[in-house]
Nanobody
């Protein structure tokens, strides 16, 4: 069983930055991971994904050039650096892990999920 715990959410003004972290509690963690977000009344959507050990990354269109996904495999931590935030980035952000090493942005490909962290961007 893998437990994922996100942190780093908060409230910022448009144009600001936040860095989300996701700690994975598993002694032999070697899974691909991703960040998803869900805004009120909307479906949960992919934001970014990274393979194991991290050579390949994938982003969805609206966050390209603003968000960066990375991982520290020694510490089992996943990061999402978010720059130039916009009000439309407001959502609960979830990290997820899949039991494969290849990158994916499909929600159904992920087995383990964190509890989510709120990001609020004001204009």
């Amino acid at each position: 069983q893998v437990q994922l715990v996100e942190s780093g959410g908060g409230s910022v003004q448009a144009g600001g930055s936040l860095r989300l972290s996701c700690a994975a509690s598993s002694p032999h963690f070697s899974y691909a991971m991703g960040w998803f977000r869900q805004a009120p009344g909307k479906e949960r959507e992919s934001v970014a994904a990274i393979s194991w050990p991290g050579r390949k990354t994938q982003y969805v269109g609206p966050v390209k050039g603003r968000f960066t996904i990375s991982r520290d495999n020694e510490k089992n931590i996943l990061y999402l650096q978010m720059n130039n935030l916009r009000p439309e980035d407001t959502a609960v952000y979830y990290c997820a892990a899949r039991t494969y090493q290849t990158v994916s942005n499909r929600r159904e490909d992920y087995t383990y999920w964190g509890q989510g962290t709120q990001v609020t961007v004001s204009s």
